[in-house]
């Protein structure tokens, strides 16, 4: 702490508005080299600085009083494609802001951290058949998981959405200080991309999260096995291609499976459905259709809405009798923004 500042809020600030240290010293006029000492806890802040900073990050003053450090990175973000580090910097910096706010609920509520079936996967113990005993587990026997969304949240793993400034990222996940475990899901997603990424998060807190994962791993492709095997379970959809694999069916399949028409074309690959000709003429059709960047839209899946966290706030506040303005300041951010995220 610098006197009553944490210069780690003045980081978190920054960040999650996507500026870099010169950006935000020439908005408040102080040198980037001054800004970085202050950010290290190498020079003192006088509170006309702080002050400054809080209008030009929009983040109340007591916001950054708070103490705490702010996580790494953890695991893998699903990414579509090589991500540039200043695309990835703001949503991790957000993920650290809505983290330090659900640890701050679960502890006034009393409320424990779930317990997180531990399953690795090795020679032995595939991401396929992970994807079955967690099935098992949480009693899931409809082979089509409706709302997976509520599925997830009613075993106290928390989900949310916020834009993420990029279409190039889809999903996140990180623990609070007492291993509550977070979903963060890219508000732009459509409701089949936004259930396949809950579900690779899933596969990687299930199996990568609570363990030591060797280097030579790839927990990426590990997630995306189970995330397939999750909501597609082969014993089930396997039927579903006996009348073969074409951009008809695929439609039809997409409505009934919730998922993407390409993630149902690469399940029917993964299964050994259909040739390397077949997928290989199938993706053409894709590309030629302009369907890798959009299927159509009258076979939108609806987005699913996380409700937990809000569900816990309303709880909150009927135990305290706080306002917004009083719940506002407890998650250290000003009333727009508050509303904004939590109303």
């Known amino acids: 702490m610098i006197g009553n500042v944490n210069p780690n809020m003045i980081v978190l600030a920054r960040e999650s508005r996507g500026l870099t240290q010169a950006e935000l010293a020439e908005l408040i006029g102080m040198s980037a080299t001054n800004l970085s000492k202050i950010e290290r806890s190498e020079i003192g802040i ?3 600085v702080v002050e400054t900073i809080a209008d030009k990050t929009h983040y109340p003053i ?4 708070q103490s705490g450090d702010i996580m790494p990175e953890n695991l893998n ?3 579509r494609e090589v991500v540039a580090q200043k695309l990835i910097t703001p949503i991790h910096a957000q993920v650290n802001i809505w983290r330090k706010q659900i640890h701050f609920l679960t502890i006034a509520l009393e409320i424990p951290a779930p317990m997180i079936p531990v399953m690795e996967a090795t020679d032995k113990q595939t991401p396929e058949q992970i994807a079955h005993k967690l099935r098992s ?3 899931v026997e409809s082979p089509i998981i409706d709302n997976l969304t509520a599925l997830i949240e009613d075993h106290n793993i928390i989900t949310a959405t916020f834009p993420f400034g990029t279409d190039r990222v889809d999903s996140r996940s990180i623990l609070t200080d007492y291993k509550f475990p977070i979903i963060f ?7 089949d991309r936004q259930r396949f990424s809950l579900a690779y998060e899933l596969g990687q807190l299930i199996m990568h999260t609570f363990s030591i994962v060797g280097v030579e791993r790839d927990v990426s492709r590990e997630a995306n096995v189970f995330a397939a095997e999750f909501l597609m379970p082969a014993k089930d959809i396997i039927h579903d291609f006996k009348g073969g694999v074409t951009i008809p069916i695929l439609g039809e399949l997409k409505r009934k499976w919730k998922v993407s028409m390409i993630a149902l074309l690469y399940r029917a690959d993964h299964l050994g459905l259909i040739t390397p000709n077949q997928k290989r003429y199938l993706i053409q059709q894709f590309n030629q259709l302009k369907l890798r960047r959009r299927e159509p839209m009258e076979l939108d899946i609806p987005k699913e809405q996380p409700k937990l966290i809000k569900r816990w706030i309303a709880e909150y506040r009927t135990k305290t009798k706080l306002g917004t303005v009083e719940m506002a300041s407890l998650f250290f951010l000003n009333i727009d923004e508050f509303m904004e995220l939590y109303s």
Do not use: P, Q
């Open 137 to 139: 587990l949480w009693k």
């Open 62 to 65: 007591y916001f950054f009083r």
């Open 185 to 191: 899901l890219n508000e732009s997603l459509l409701g």
């Open 77 to 79: 973000y699903r990414k």
């Open 46 to 48: 006088n509170d006309e």
